[in-house]
């Protein structure tokens, strides 16, 4: 229907639908009653392709999503209500009530809802037609001196998301295959938190006064805790962990849970204030440095817990100037409490495979502003910027968009872009759960219960054996972290070429880690019709390449190829060594329409990689 609504870039998961007679089959929406459970299958047409939506099961009586944080829209009927949602980009749910339908971008089950019917919708994305590939674009680059950032060396890291329908309460967090894959991925940062988070409660040591039931939503008990733990130094990670942001830390049960873990000795990095919040003032942090002080008084200073936050969102909408004052009131009130990293979200909203440079240059418009902000408090308050939640869409993803091969155009370009920008720490969202993780687990986005085993023989680089499935995207981050260092370079693209200055080409350059005297290139080719031939820059040494693309060129595939060859790991889901491929006398690269290649080169002449 046409209707007025507030729109974001989002597809619709969940509608929920309340009358109070059966409703009658139409073209939209049919609905089936039995044992009191409804099944509805939609067909909806997106962006000129068809894809099948399917709406099962449907509860009665029982609310999914919260709020309506997509706004809400007159409606005649249920059906015009789920119309609504998959038409608005942003919904994820929906609540048909008395004429109005309210637009929801969460789908937490909320529990029992007289009059109302909730369900999830499996939606797959339309296929990517095989593009024709034209002559390759021919461009020249360079890298140039002087270093512009230098990063964290957890700069690459990933988020654990507490919400119940990213697995978070039926996952088993000690599988040593989870283990195994964290591992490879080391060192990082493992930021737990999310939109579970804002409701997590705990009941944490077992012997502290009961803040909520164990095993139910939004509790955390010790053993989930001290499993988490054990996880993240199993791993070698460092644990960031966000606090409910309207407590400011000082309620009884985060009480508790700050003076277990000091008393367990758990390193944690961070405490993350707040989560998913506006603009808001750092008037809380003060008590929650006193309380982390209290806690770890019989430690060393520097095994107490530093501060990261406030993990805020909104500034996608916000003009240069108002993401400026959104900056200084959180420092405001602070009475200058160290604040080891600006942490905010950014999603990029995509929900196709094709990427055009306008759409990944927001990202620019976005950082750039809060990191001029955050380095204008610098001297009262020296902080980091790190993006603190990133991904290609929120609301768990879109399944086959970002956890495909094709993810990797975001991706990679985000930790490019965002690296010469003066960001020091990049948190993907997320390892595991939901559609958009670097891995997949047996947890279907939304579901409670595992998906069933499947009997077929996994395919190289796609484990589907019940267990982890490796995403595309998990291969790029490990390629990211073997050859991009911490000093970050200036690529230039030369003008001599027929492209000039190409936005659909992306390059990024860093000192390679632990090669001296050697630089990285990286080559995202956003182009879907032909590859781009790369004059590379000047180096004394032989280039080692590692050309990542699809099976076929499908880059919705879940397969990577290495220089021609399948990714995959082992039985026991170790990950093997990646390895480039020697290219003496290599002067230029090809890289295929919408792939990628790093290339690292030896006696680069960049002064700045001693």
């Known amino acids: 229907p046409k209707a007025p609504m507030k729109t974001r870039a989002r597809f619709c998961s969940t509608f929920i639908i309340s009358f109070s007679t059966s409703p009658q089959p139409n073209g939209y929406l049919q609905t089936m009653w039995q044992a009191g459970l409804a099944i509805a299958v939609v067909s909806v047409a997106l962006r000129g392709s068809s894809a099948a939506v399917v709406c099962s099961p449907l509860q009665n009586n029982t609310g999914i999503g919260e709020g309506d944080g997509c706004g809400s829209v007159k409606a005649a009927s249920a059906t015009a209500c789920c119309a609504a949602c998959v038409s608005n980009e942003c919904c994820l749910a929906f ?8 637009l929801k971008n969460s789908t937490r089950t909320l529990g029992r809802m007289d009059g109302r019917i909730s369900g999830t919708v499996s939606r797959s994305a339309p296929p990517t037609p095989t593009p024709t590939v034209g002559p390759p674009r021919r461009l020249n680059l360079s890298v140039q001196s002087g270093v512009i950032n230098e990063v964290s060396p957890f700069y690459a890291s990933f988020s654990l998301d507490t919400s119940s329908n990213r697995g978070w309460f039926k996952r088993n967090i000690t599988d040593p295959r989870l283990l195994h894959l964290a591992s490879a991925l080391s060192p990082s940062i493992l930021r737990v938190g999310g939109t579970g988070n804002n409701c997590l409660r705990y009941n944490v040591p077992s012997t502290a006064p009961k803040s909520c039931v164990d095993d139910a939503l939004c509790c955390m008990n010790q053993s989930q805790w ?23 830390g000082n309620s009884s049960d985060t009480l508790s849970l700050l003076k ?62 108002d993401t400026a004052n959104c900056t200084e009131q959180f420092f405001n009130g602070s009475a200058d409490t160290k604040v080891l990293g600006f942490t905010y979200h950014f999603y990029l909203q995509t929900h196709s495979v094709d990427y055009t440079a306008d759409q990944l240059d927001n990202l620019a418009r976005v950082a750039g502003p809060i990191t001029a902000a955050v380095r204008q408090r610098g001297a009262f308050t020296p902080t980091e910027v790190w993006s603190g939640e990133m991904g290609g869409h929120s609301g768990g993803g879109v399944l086959g968009v970002t956890d495909s091969f094709g993810s990797h155009q975001w991706y990679l370009d985000a930790m490019g872009l965002l690296a010469t920008l003066g960001h020091s720490v990049f948190i993907r969202q997320d390892l595991v759960g939901g559609n958009y993780g670097l891995l997949q687990d047996n947890y279907p986005f939304g579901a409670w219960e595992p998906r069933a085993a499947t009997p077929s023989v996994p395919t ?34 030369g003008t001599g070429s027929d492209l000039g200055i190409n936005q659909t080409t992306r ?17 995202i080719n956003l182009d879907p019709g032909r590859p781009v031939e790369v004059a590379l820059p000047p180096h004394s040494g032989v280039p080692t390449v590692y050309a990542m693309s699809p099976p076929g060129g499908n880059i919705s595939s879940h397969v990577v190829l290495l220089n021609g060859d399948p990714l995959s790991v082992a039985a026991d889901f170790t990950v093997p060594q990646v390895n480039g491929k020697d290219a003496p006398g290599l002067e230029s690269i090809q890289v295929p329409p919408q792939c990628y290649s790093f290339v690292v080169l030896p006696g680069a002449a960049v002064a700045d990689c001693p």
């Open 260 to 321: 277990y873990t000091a008393e367990s000795g758990y390193p944690l990095l961070a405490f993350e204030f707040g989560n998913e919040v506006g603009c808001r003032t750092g008037s809380q942090l003060p008590e929650l440095s006193s309380l982390l002080d209290s806690a770890w008084a019989a430690h060393s200073p520097a095994a107490r817990p530093k501060i990261v936050g406030p993990d805020a969102i909104q500034f996608d909408i916000l003009t240069p100037g």
């Open 507 to 523: 390059t990024y350059a860093h000192c390679t880690l632990g090669v001296s005297g050697a630089a990285t290139v990286l080559v």
């Open 226 to 248: 001290d499993n988490l733990n054990a996880f993240v130094g199993g791993a070698n990670l460092s644990l960031v962990f966000g606090l409910r942001a309207q407590d400011g």
């Open 460 to 493: 190289p680089g796609w484990q589907n054996d019940n267990g982890y499935n490796v995403l595309p995207d998990f291969w790029a981050l490990l390629l990211w972290k073997k050859v991009m260092g911490t000093r970050v370079l200036r690529t230039e693209q």
């Open 95 to 102: 609540t048909y009530a008395r004429g109005t339908c309210y």
